[in-house]
């Protein structure tokens, strides 16, 4: 398989897959999700692998998000099938590996990037890291996730902040909120995930599988959300708000919401 947009190593029972368009802020085009996608399957299928850890290239970022430019001319069923593309290939996928997986937050983990982040079983943060739902700030809503896995992880109250203000948290606030589970500096933080990877390895691989599949049971009555939250981001894309929030992003400036 050759790929363009991530990075995999394999160390012992650990993998690591980097996600790698530094000069995006490794933001979630198409290509890349396909390639994350099929990079999972194998290693989903790969027994010598008992641990993952996904994180990005470069200092800043962890993932900035879907990428905006790739779809801000879509139209309203492109929205939804972007969307629904996205839970099957990636985001459920993540949730759903019979191995755990560990985001490692290197800096930005902003709308798509937070969602992947909130997949995964376990969040390690820097203390650079920023961590928001900032879509409504484009005319659109979460539409990987965010909507029903943040909820989950920080409460009502708190998720219907962050996606409604659009805002972003810095690490130590998200650790307070069990966002991510725990914060080092970007020089620690992949030897603190390689040190939790390299222990859950040591671990029974098939105990630890049935123990996600029994913690991921707790959720599975509420999968309904996802859908909903699929038409929504379809719905979106029909709005005069979402061109302005798009365009407005891509020509460096603040939008001007009319309210339809
Ligand atoms: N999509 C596409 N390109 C992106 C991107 C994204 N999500 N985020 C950053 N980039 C690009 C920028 O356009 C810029 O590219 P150019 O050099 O070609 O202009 C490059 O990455 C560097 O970004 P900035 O110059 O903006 O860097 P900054 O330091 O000034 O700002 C930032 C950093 C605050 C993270 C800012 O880039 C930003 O706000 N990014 C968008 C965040 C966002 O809104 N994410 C949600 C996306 S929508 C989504 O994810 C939908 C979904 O749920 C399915």
Redesign the pocket.
């Known amino acids: 398989m050759t790929m363009e947009n991530i990075l995999l190593t394999i160390d012992g029972h650990v993998a690591t897959i980097t996600i790698n368009r530094p000069?995006?802020?490794n933001?979630?085009?198409t290509a890349t999700i396909q390639e994350l996608s099929d990079t999972l399957d194998d290693l989903n299928g790969n027994s010598e692998v008992r641990a993952i850890i996904i994180t990005g290239s470069g200092e800043?970022?962890f993932?900035?998000?879907?990428?905006?430019?790739?779809?801000a001319s879509f139209s309203i069923e492109e929205g939804k099938r972007?969307?629904a593309e996205?839970h099957n290939k990636l985001f459920n996928k993540v949730e759903n590996m019979s191995k755990p997986v560990i985001a490692a937050v290197n800096g930005?983990a902003?709308?798509?990037?937070l969602?992947l982040a909130m997949s995964a079983h376990v969040r390690l943060a820097s203390d650079n890291a920023?961590l928001?739902?900032?879509?409504v700030?484009?005319g659109?809503?979460?539409?990987?996730g965010?909507t029903q896995r943040l909820a989950r992880l920080v409460g009502m109250g708190k998720a219907l902040e962050m996606i409604c203000t659009?805002g972003?948290t810095n690490a130590g606030d998200a650790k307070s909120w069990g966002l991510v589970n725990a914060v080092y500096t970007q020089e620690e933080l992949m030897a603190a995930a390689n040190k939790m990877a390299s222990k859950m390895a040591k671990q029974s691989p098939t105990a630890i599988g049935f123990a996600l599949d029994a913690v991921r049971a707790s959720v599975k009555a509420n999968e309904g959300g996802f859908q909903a939250e699929i038409d929504a981001?379809g719905a979106c894309f029909g709005t005069d708000d979402f061109k302005e929030g798009t365009t407005a992003?891509?020509e460096?400036r603040k939008p001007e919401f009319k309210g339809a």
């Open positions: 000069k995006q802020l933001a979630l085009n800043k970022a993932v900035a998000g879907a990428d905006i430019k790739e779809f972007l969307s996205g930005y902003l709308g798509g990037g969602e920023m928001g739902l900032p879509e700030s484009l659109v809503i979460p539409g990987y965010g659009a972003m981001f992003f891509m460096k």
